[in-house]
């Protein structure tokens, strides 16, 4: 098993526990008072948004040694496919995550003041 791929109740359980987090940073965001400053709220979202860069690059550096250890015969073929599209579909998100800040900030850019 990869990363929790190739046995249902692992994934289940990484998809819970991501979804636990999720709900928990709703929480807090839901608690904070109206005039509190931005300055917690950016650190906030730098440090998510380190901890997802660090996550997909964890989960690309994993990918990387697949094809090596499946040659080994240590990984099923199925489960580096599975990784692999894993891999890949992170990225793509990542990916277009960062064209919805680019053009965010482009938009901001051409607004008058």
């Known amino acids: 098993m990869v990363n929790g791929i190739g046995s249902g109740a692992s994934g289940r359980d990484g998809l819970a526990s ?11 965001l839901q608690n904070q008072k109206p ?3 931005a300055a917690p709220q950016a650190e906030a979202f730098q440090s998510s948004m380190a901890e997802a860069v ?3 690059d964890a989960q690309m550096r994993a990918t990387d040694d697949l094809p090596v250890e499946a040659l080994k015969g240590d990984v099923d073929l199925h489960e580096v496919t599975t990784q692999l ?9 990542s990916m277009q995550v ?15 003041v």
């Open 18 to 28: 991501a979804l636990q987090r999720m709900q928990k940073q709703i929480a807090e």
């Open 85 to 93: 599209k894993q891999t890949e579909l992170a990225f793509e998100f």
């Open 98 to 112: 960062r064209n919805k800040f680019i053009d965010a900030y482009r938009e901001v850019m051409r607004m008058s």
């Open 35 to 37: 005039e509190a400053s």
């Open 54 to 56: 660090s996550g997909l």
